[in-house]
C-alpha cells in the first residue's frame, strides 16, 4: 500500500454540455445551511456514515403510512424537512426516468416529474435503472440514473437544469448497470461514472450544471459512491474518491488532487470519512489517518476480520459496525479495529446498515427490516417487521434506509414505506 500527496496539481478544464438552466442554487458548505440536523440528504445520512446524531430509531416498528410507486428502483430515500424523494423507473426498457416527493408526516404524493432516459437502459436484471440515489443541499434535488442522465429540482419540482452525459461521453456504460450515488459537496455536485470504457468523474457547477472538473479514472466497474470530507482549517471542501486502485482525495470545486492511497479498495462498498480518520473497505477494512493535510495518510491498522463485502459500513458513538456476504453484523473499535463481537441476522442483504443512539436499523433482501441493540454485550436483535413483497414480479428491497425524527424510511420496487413507533 503506498499513499502519495499531490503538490500544485492543475485541475482539468471544465467540458460544456447540453444544459438546460432555469434558476441557481445558491450553495455555500458540503453541509449547507439549508439543510436540517434532521435531515437525510444522501446515500447513508448527513456525513456518508450511515448514522444520525439527531433521528431515533423504534424499537418496535410499526407501519405508519405506504406509497405506492409508479416505477422501479434500488435507489434509497432521502428527506428533507417533511418531504420524502425517492427516484424510479418505469416503462418496458426502464426508460422513464422519475423523480416523486411524498408528504413525510402523511405519505401524500406532493409531486411526480418524469424524463425520457438518453443514455443506455440496459441493467442486470436484479437491479435497475433507478439504482442512484439522490442527493440534496436542502433547497435541490440532484437525481442521477443508471443511464448517466442527471437532473436538478427544487423542492417543488421545478427544473433547474439537465445533463444528459451520454452525450458528452458516449462510451460510460456497464453490461450490470450503473449503481454510483451523488453527493453534493459545496457548491459541487460529485458524480462518479466509471466502467471499462470511457471512465471519469465529474464535478459540476450546482447552479448551472456545467463541469468544474473532468477526472479521468481507472477503468474498471465501480459502484461505489464519493463521500465529503471534513473541512479542516479553512481549507476548501474535499471529496473522496474510490476505486480498485486505491483512494483519491481532491478538492470539490476544482478537481485538484490532494493526496491519493495506492491500495486496491471495493467497488461496491463505500469508504466512511469522519473527523482524521478514513475507514476504508481495503483488505478488510483499513483506517487512514489524515490529520495532517499536508501529507498523505498513514496507516493506523487494517482488519481483515472486518469484511464488509458488497455492504457499506456504518460508524455510530465510535463504533464500527460491517455485514458481511453470510448476514453476521460485525462490532469493531475505531481505535484498533478489534472485533468485539458477531452476531448473525437474517439475509441475504444489498442495503447498508443505518444507526442512531444505541440502535442499527438494516433491512434484508426479502423486506424484513431488523433492529438491533448495539449496546448489548454480544448486540441483540430487539424488533423486526416484515413489509410485504409482490411476489408475482419477484420484487425485493435493495435500499438503504434512510431516518428522520423517529421515522424509518424504506422502498421496495412498488412501495415507499414509512415505519414508526
Known amino acids: 500500500m503506498r499513499s502519495r500527496f499531490f503538490i500544485n496539481s492543475a485541475a482539468p478544464s471544465s467540458l460544456l454540455s447540453l444544459v438546460l438552466t432555469i434558476s441557481s442554487l445558491p450553495l455555500m458548505h458540503a453541509f449547507s445551511p439549508g439543510l436540517r440536523a434532521s435531515d437525510w440528504p444522501h446515500f447513508r445520512g448527513p456525513a456518508s456514515s450511515g448514522a444520525s446524531m439527531d433521528a431515533s430509531i423504534p424499537k418496535d416498528p410499526k407501519v405508519a403510512w405506504s406509497a405506492s410507486l409508479p416505477g422501479r428502483g434500488l435507489s434509497s430515500p432521502i428527506v428533507i424537512g417533511e418531504k420524502v424523494f425517492v427516484t424510479a423507473s418505469a416503462g418496458p426498457d426502464q426508460q422513464q426516468l422519475q423523480v416523486l416527493c411524498f408528504n413525510a408526516k402523511t405519505g401524500e404524493s406532493l409531486w411526480k416529474r418524469q424524463l425520457q432516459a438518453t443514455g443506455r437502459t440496459m441493467t442486470y436484471a436484479k437491479t435497475s435503472v433507478a439504482a442512484n440515489t439522490p ?60 466502467n471499462d470504457s470511457e471512465s471519469y468523474s465529474l464535478g459540476i457547477d450546482a447552479a448551472t450544471g456545467k463541469n468544474l472538473w473532468k477526472l479521468e479514472r481507472p477503468k474498471a466497474a465501480n459502484w461505489s459512491s464519493p463521500v465529503p470530507l471534513p473541512v479542516k482549517n479553512g481549507a476548501p471542501p474535499a471529496v473522496l474518491l474510490q476505486s480498485k486502485n486505491g483512494l483519491l482525495a481532491v478538492n470539490a470545486a476544482t478537481g485538484e488532487k ?13 469508504s466512511i470519512a469522519l473527523s482524521d480518520i478514513v475507514y ?133 420496487d412498488s412501495t415507499l414505506w414509512c415505519l414508526s413507533e
Open 280 to 412: 476504508a473497505p481495503v483488505s478488510g477494512i483499513t483506517a487512514l489517518s489524515t490529520s495532517n493535510s499536508a501529507e498523505a495518510p498513514q496507516t493506523l491498522w487494517n482488519s481483515r476480520q472486518i469484511n464488509p463485502s458488497t455492504i457499506s459500513p456504518l460508524l455510530l458513538d465510535e463504533k464500527l459496525f460491517s455485514v458481511n456476504g453470510a448476514g453476521i453484523l460485525t462490532m469493531a473499535e475505531t481505535k484498533s479495529g478489534d472485533v468485539k463481537w458477531k452476531l448473525r441476522l437474517t439475509g441475504p442483504f444489498s442495503g447498508s446498515p443505518v444507526g442512531a443512539g444505541a440502535r442499527i436499523a438494516i433491512i434484508n433482501e426479502k423486506a424484513l427490516l431488523q433492529i438491533v441493540d448495539s449496546t448489548a454485550p454480544e448486540g441483540a436483535l430487539i424488533g423486526q417487521i416484515q413489509l410485504p413483497l409482490n411476489e408475482s414480479t419477484k420484487e425485493l428491497t435493495l435500499c438503504t434506509p434512510a431516518l428522520a425524527g423517529n421515522r424509518i424510511f424504506v422502498r421496495t
Open 135 to 194: 442527493c440534496s443541499d436542502g433547497k435541490h434535488v440532484f437525481a442521477l440514473w443508471s443511464s448517466n442522465d442527471l437532473a436538478a429540482f427544487d423542492l417543488d419540482g421545478n427544473l433547474a437544469w439537465l445533463r444528459g452525459l451520454t452525450a458528452d461521453y458516449s462510451n460510460a456504460s456497464n453490461s450490470l448497470g450503473m449503481a454510483s450515488s451523488p453527493v453534493v459537496v459545496g457548491k459541487t455536485v460529485v458524480v462518479v461514472i466509471e
Open 258 to 270: 490532494l493526496w491519493e492511497h495506492e491500495a486496491a479498495a471495493s467497488t461496491m462498498s463505500s
